[in-house]
């Protein structure tokens, strides 16, 4: 049972008092700062006035930046989905696996992302560009059909054009998959192997294909996980800054970039706030609507 | 968030059940070929990045392409970059006091949540996830203003004092996600013993030494490498708090990677991959070779 504080008031203000002074003010009152901007003007080159205005707000809704933020939330959701797509195989497959087999596939999943994300996605650049892994695997692959082509006697394909993976919308989303792809895996994994598996066998029994039992048992039963990993996938892919930095071209820019932006050259301090702050809210609201899912689910179940 | 689940991992290797030498089952999905290949292809998307720049870090040549010969000759330039080993000498310390301060600062945060009730908990306990779930952008430029603007760091501080502001701005983040590895250790703890230390007439500091911390030593190192790195790995945050004369490994790394993609960079980044990989392994080994010891 908890103690109640007044029991041993010094224990307490000594344990206490440490954290929460902490984060008090080194994180409460720079976010407080910074929402305080949102409602200020730009007077001259480095003086801000707080003056309560709405007028940052009202230019984040203009059609340009609530078309990025529009498509940042695109991008991160495709994000979610290909990564969804992807992990659920995997956390399946190392889920049922012999249990020495799924503590290293555990490791190995988890490894890449102890790496650095700047090194990650660096490395990607030399797999991802006209000169990489990707275009020489498939010219090799052209180069065959097209050899083979002639040899029933049709026309060669002809010469292989590079394709452009780097520097575009789709380089950013192979960027983001990549990069959260760990994200995804391990909570679908943790929730399977929780499940109870003679539901499954049930399903089995009774006649269902593998199928249809995964698309009618695991898929439900394993809803809250499946949704904390579509949450903790998609908020730091929605917040992302560096993948669509490294990655994406001029008309890949995510709301991150913009951000940035504002903060270190348009020195827009004002507006560049008001912009993480809309940020954080969307942040709160998926997260808010993931519990929601989770409070429907466990009162069904 | 996810690291959490490391732990687990490193159980499951300590001690693995005895095999099952039968017949595969209906629900061995790892033995059915299309999520082998599912699994393997993930893992080939995985680690073939990493792999082909680890390997061309050796390759004696500028552009990175096509194999010409083993070298060394781009570690020896990246080891002799000064500023390369300025930066990763910067990022080494600023872990090292994250890691220090985030411990001490995650372990009290979660032996308060775990061990009192007051009023406002709940609220403390929200304030406390949000770090973890704020996006780091926004941290990064709260960070900005706030060391700008409401505490400026003084300028041309003697090393290591110069790099405080990062060191502040990554505990910030840093402690919170300590506190969950460590609050999910302690609610496996017994509470009668700390009542015992104290009928024993144990003080309130020598039950606390003696009794709870050993208890939660795994969770301290788990989140102690967590920590560390946590702080290793940042570039956000640590992009729009470092100044000129206080550039970490990843903000030197990424200028390095604006102005050219040198082979430079592939060695200084297998040394960092390398550094993880060992860190994380020790770690893991630290972690499982507690609750061994203490059975025995």
């Given at each position: 049972m908890e103690q109640s504080w007044k029991q041993a008031k010094a224990a307490f203000a000594a344990i206490a008092a440490p954290p929460v002074l902490w984060l008090l003010l080194f994180f409460l009152i720079p976010i407080a700062v910074i929402w305080a901007y949102t409602f200020g003007e730009n007077v001259g080159p480095v003086t801000i006035d707080?003056?309560?205005?709405?007028a940052n707000y009202a230019r984040a809704l203009e059609p340009l930046y609530l078309g990025i933020f529009g498509k940042s939330i695109v991008v991160a959701g495709l994000t979610t989905v290909l990564c969804l797509i992807i992990g659920f195989p995997v956390a399946l497959a190392i889920a049922f696996a012999s249990p020495k087999m799924k503590a290293w596939l555990l490791l190995l999943i988890m490894l890449p992302f102890w790496t650095n994300l700047l090194i990650r996605t660096f490395a990607l650049i030399a797999v991802l560009r006209e000169q990489g892994y990707v275009n020489f695997a498939l010219e090799w692959l052209w180069n065959n059909a097209s050899g083979f082509m002639t040899l029933i006697g049709l026309a060669p394909l002809g010469e292989y054009e590079p394709l452009t993976l780097l520097y575009n919308n789709t380089a950013v989303v192979i960027g983001l998959v990549y990069v959260h792809l760990p994200f995804m895996v391990l909570p679908l994994y943790s929730a399977l192997d929780r499940m109870d598996r003679s539901l499954m066998e049930a399903s089995l029994d009774l006649g269902a294909g593998h199928l249809r039992t995964i698309w009618a048992v695991v898929v439900p039963l394993a809803a809250p996980g499946i949704a904390s990993g579509v949450l903790i996938t998609f908020i730091p892919a929605l917040g992302a800054y560096l993948t669509p930095d490294l990655?994406?071209?001029?008309?890949?820019?995510?709301i991150a970039n913009v951000i940035e932006r504002q903060f270190k050259?348009?020195?827009?301090w004002p507006f560049g706030a008001a912009l993480s702050f809309l940020l954080m809210y969307l942040t709160f609201i998926a997260i808010a609507a993931q519990a929601f899912v989770q409070r429907k689910a466990e009162r069904r179940g | 968030m996810a690291k959490e689940a490391l732990p687990v991992a490193a159980a499951t290797l300590a001690a693995p059940p005895p095999l099952k030498r039968e017949k595969?089952?209906?629900?061995?999905?790892?033995?059915?070929w299309p999520l082998q290949l599912m699994v393997g292809l993930t893992l080939v998307f995985l680690y073939l990045p990493l792999l082909t720049l680890m390997a061309f870090s050796f390759n004696d040549s500028r552009r990175n392409i096509v194999w010409q010969g083993f070298t060394f000759k781009y570690y020896e330039k990246a080891l002799s970059n000064e500023s390369l080993i300025e930066a990763f000498v910067n990022s080494l310390t600023i872990a090292f006091f994250c890691t220090i301060v985030s411990v001490v600062l995650g372990a009290l945060a979660a032996v308060m949540l775990w061990r009192f009730r007051f009023p406002g908990k709940t609220a403390v306990e929200g304030t406390m996830a949000l770090p973890i779930v704020v996006p780091e952008i926004c941290l990064g430029v709260a960070m900005l203003v706030f060391f700008a603007r409401?505490?400026?760091?003084?300028?041309?501080?003697?090393w290591p004092l110069n790099l405080g502001a990062i060191t502040i701005a990554h505990i910030s983040f840093a402690f919170p996600f300590v506190a969950t590895v460590v609050r999910a250790r302690l609610?496996?703890?017994?509470?009668e013993l700390e009542e015992a230390a104290k009928d024993l007439g144990a003080s309130e500091w020598r039950t606390f030494w003696d009794v709870l911390v050993p208890h939660m030593q795994p969770g301290l190192i788990a989140g102690a490498l967590l920590a560390f790195t946590l702080s290793l790995d940042d570039f956000v945050i640590t992009f729009f708090t470092s100044g000129p004369d206080t550039i970490t490994f990843p903000v030197k790394v990424y200028s390095m990677l604006r102005f050219s993609v040198t082979p430079e960079v592939n060695a200084a980044s297998t040394i960092l991959i390398v550094v993880t990989v060992v860190l994380t392994a020790v770690g893991l080994h630290l972690q499982n070779q507690k609750p061994q010891e203490n059975k025995a």
């Open positions: 707080f003056t309560g205005t709405f990655l994406g071209g001029t008309d890949s820019q995510m050259r348009a020195n827009d | 595969p089952g209906p629900l061995e999905y790892m033995r059915r409401v505490l400026p760091w003084p300028m041309g501080l003697p609610s496996s703890f017994n509470r």
